[in-house]
């Protein structure tokens, strides 16, 4: 089974820090990517990565970066966390190519409030 | 551009009967997947269905189905006796076969189901 895993379920952080969220999946895939979940909005897509070291920004890129060294792992960084970032991060991998594969594997989550 | 609708937030269901989530999407494209996923609360978010845009045949999986109305650009899923472990947010998604945009799913907003014991 893919296995996708978010270093933090719940984090609190003040206005003003940087704040990095870790992704790591086990199954070797290629695509990684870091959404946004609130209420009544679904899921919006932040940044994504086809390959090490390559990112596309995705539809609400501002105010966030992102890192991909390994090609098992996909950080988020929040440079300066702001109150409007509070909300659920959402991490998922796939992998190209194979009709089966375009399904996306999502980690748990991670609930960021910033005060 | 390409949009997905879910126009119900929210839906109750008795336990062991039917309900159907209804989806609805925009796109010019003639090749593409639509998928619906579903959030238990507090767990992963995990792939229930998925249907080819190119296959009439409506996708099933157990006590799920599908109604996939090209034409009308449908998309509706249907939960057979349903059961308490059915109760979850439930998205539907689109995405594209075509070109650099295929990395990517366009999300609904969701719709919560409440199963009623």
């Known amino acids: 089974d893919v296995k996708v895993t978010q270093s933090s379920r719940y984090l609190v952080k003040r206005t003003g820090e940087k704040v990095f969220l870790e992704c790591v999946q086990d199954m070797d895939h290629e695509n990684m990517f870091w959404y946004r979940q609130d209420p009544g909005l679904g899921l919006r897509l932040i940044y994504f990565s086809y390959d090490v070291k390559m990112k596309e920004k995705g539809d609400i890129p501002e105010g966030y970066s992102v890192s991909r060294e390994k090609k098992e792992r996909f950080s988020l960084i929040l440079e300066s966390a702001s109150t409007n970032q509070t909300s659920m991060y959402l991490c998922a991998s796939s992998t190209p190519g194979l009709a089966d594969a375009y399904e996306q594997y999502f980690g748990p989550g991670t609930r960021l409030t910033v005060t | 551009a390409q949009t997905v609708t879910q126009s119900q937030p929210e839906m109750s269901v008795q336990e062991a009967e039917t309900v159907t989530l209804s989806c609805t999407y925009d796109t010019s494209e003639s090749d593409y997947y639509l998928f619906w996923y579903k959030q238990p609360p507090s767990r992963q978010m995990i792939l229930v269905i998925r249907q080819e845009a190119y296959k009439q045949q409506n996708a099933t999986e157990n006590r799920f189905s599908v109604n996939f109305q090209k034409a009308a650009k449908s998309f509706s899923l249907k939960i057979s006796d349903s059961q308490l472990g059915d109760a979850a947010m439930y998205f539907c998604?689109?995405?594209?076969?075509?070109?650099?945009?295929?990395?990517?799913?366009?999300w609904g907003a969701g719709t919560k189901l409440i199963i009623k014991p």
């Open positions: 998604a689109y995405r594209s076969a075509w070109g650099n945009s295929n990395y990517q799913l366009i």
